[in-house]
């Protein structure tokens, strides 16, 4: 029985290690620490600046029309948009009137930026979406992954931004 136990509990490390292990590689290359710069337009013509983050955790979240994942996870992204401090970016999605009309038909209601050569993406290391950042109060990369990431992990990760 105990051998049984530690066989299928050794499995389970391995398949975590695995996990862990590949997310890590994936997001080598991902910003961390000072947030890098960014300051835009809003699709809805609002000036955004990180600087505005500062003082609570904030979410950037960089998706595109084209990503299968990013629409998966449009109904938790505007819940938690609605919870915290929140700026997305619309990375190689087309003209500005492109992404205004993919959003008419989404339930992504949240402040964009478009960035359609994906400069601002690259200036983040990303690789792929979607990509998500946590920020802490003042401003640091305290957390970032790309695909999938269920609202509960992103939750996760807010509140440990915020000790």
Known sequence: MLKKTLKKSSSWVILLAIFFGGQAWINRD???GAAPPLQAQTLNGEIFHIDQFKGEPAIIYFWASWCGICRT???SISELSQEKPFIS???QSGSKQEVLDYLKKKTLKTPVI???YGQLSASYGIKGVPAVFILDKDGNI???TSGY???WAIRIRL???SL
């Open 30 to 32: 991902m910003a961390n």
């Open 73 to 75: 996870m449009e109904s």
């Open 89 to 91: 970016v619309a990375m």
């Open 114 to 116: 478009n960035d359609p």
């Open 142 to 144: 305290r957390y970032s």
């Open 149 to 151: 990431s269920p609202s």
């Open 159 to 161: 509140w440990l931004a």
